[in-house]
């Protein structure tokens, strides 16, 4: 059902999405997950919410310049027909207009982390170790 719905272009159903997620969270013997990607707008969000019945402790964000992040797709040479400057930033817009309305939602709860995505990968990733290194202290 999802791979037919990715084939006609279309979103698959946020609780789709989030059972999938619930379904692995629960067939774990990990207490604490990692989600990437997700939730992608205020919509995800509820559902998530809803059908897990928890809020995220932290939320990171890697804020990228556009000018970054379209120098990056199209250096990644995945052959992808939608990897070109137009398709890019039309997907950048619909990626802020869906995400950044989450991203202000848990920046005023607090639970927001932004992190400085410009750089090398072992840049940014000195960024976000001291977030996780917090919450392993936390949770002892």
Known sequence: MILNIIKDGKIVPSEVT???IQRE???S???KF????FPRSEEN????ERIIGAEPNIVVFFDCPVEEMVKRVLNRNQGRVDDNID???KRLKVFEALSLPVINYYSQKGKLYTINAVGTEDEIFEQVRPIFATLKQVSK
């Open 25 to 27: 969270m629960e067939s």
């Open 45 to 48: 969000r509820i559902a998530f």
């Open 34 to 37: 990692l989600i990437d990607g």
């Open 18 to 20: 989030v059972k999938l």
């Open 87 to 89: 398709t890019i930033r």
């Open 29 to 31: 013997d990990n207490h």
